[in-house]
């Protein structure tokens, strides 16, 4: 399986900070990765898929970019609905495989 | 609106057997590929497996293909997940989602609200 490398683990930001958190395959994944966010109330919704393209309805702060081994989601400037957990998410080889999870904390 | 309503977890002994539900409504259930992602309690995500929109085919997590079976019932709009001889590392919450396709690329569009299973004797 792809092992999948997320960073950090937690990030305590404040409010309008960029952040940026990263993911790295064990091997090259050809772009073939999403990022979702999930809620404290555990409610989980994608933000980019296929590396960079921004889903539908999520705001244009978030952006996702990277190849190869190397992916990063970019929130440009923290709102307050942005603190949450954030997954990375691999489908270059079965089975599909996720990134630990970040937690975006307030500082 | 898109619903995936998860039904049917709980507290379940070692060795036993657990059958999942998930409910779906506001799309049409026989276009979708569907999968079954879990949640454990430290927060590791892990993708058990999916299921074609017709039945026809299924592709698992090596680690779970011998005890985990996705189905569907396309004239209920209901996906199911059938658990045989779960062990205390089954305990977690499991989302039902939708894959949708941006060209070849998959991912999961909509998730349910998951169902909480926990394996304890």
């Known amino acids: 399986d792809i092992q999948m490398t997320q960073t950090p683990s937690s990030m305590p930001a404040s409010l309008g900070e960029r952040v940026t958190i990263s993911c790295r395959a064990s091997?090259?994944?050809?772009?073939?990765l999403n990022w979702y966010q999930q809620k404290p109330d555990g409610t989980i919704k994608p933000l980019i898929y296929?590396?960079?393209n921004l889903q539908s309805g999520v705001p244009s702060r978030f952006s996702g970019s990277g190849s190869g081994t190397d992916y990063s989601l970019t929130i440009s400037s923290l709102e307050p609905e942005d603190f949450a957990m954030y997954y990375c998410?691999?489908?270059?080889?079965?089975?599909?495989?996720f990134g630990a999870g970040t937690k975006l904390e307030l500082k | 609106e898109v619903q995936l309503v998860e039904s049917g977890g709980g507290l379940v002994q070692p060795g036993a057997s657990l059958k999942l539900s998930c409910v779906a409504s506001g799309f049409t259930f026989s276009d979708y590929w569907m999968s079954w992602v879990r949640q454990t309690p430290g927060k590791t995500m892990e993708w058990i497996g999916d299921?074609?929109?017709?039945?026809?085919?299924?592709n698992y997590a090596p680690s779970l293909k011998n005890r985990f079976t996705i189905s569907r019932d396309n004239a209920k709009s209901t996906l199911y997940l059938q658990m045989s001889n779960v062990r205390s590392e089954d305990t977690a919450t499991y989302y039902c989602t939708r894959e949708t396709y941006y060209g070849y690329n998959p991912y999961f569009d909509y998730w349910g609200q998951g169902v909480m299973v926990t394996v304890s004797s």
């Open positions: 299921i074609k929109y017709d039945g026809s085919y299924t």
């Open positions: 091997q090259g994944i050809s772009n073939y």
């Open positions: 296929y590396t960079s």
């Open positions: 998410q691999q489908y270059d080889s079965s089975p599909d495989t």
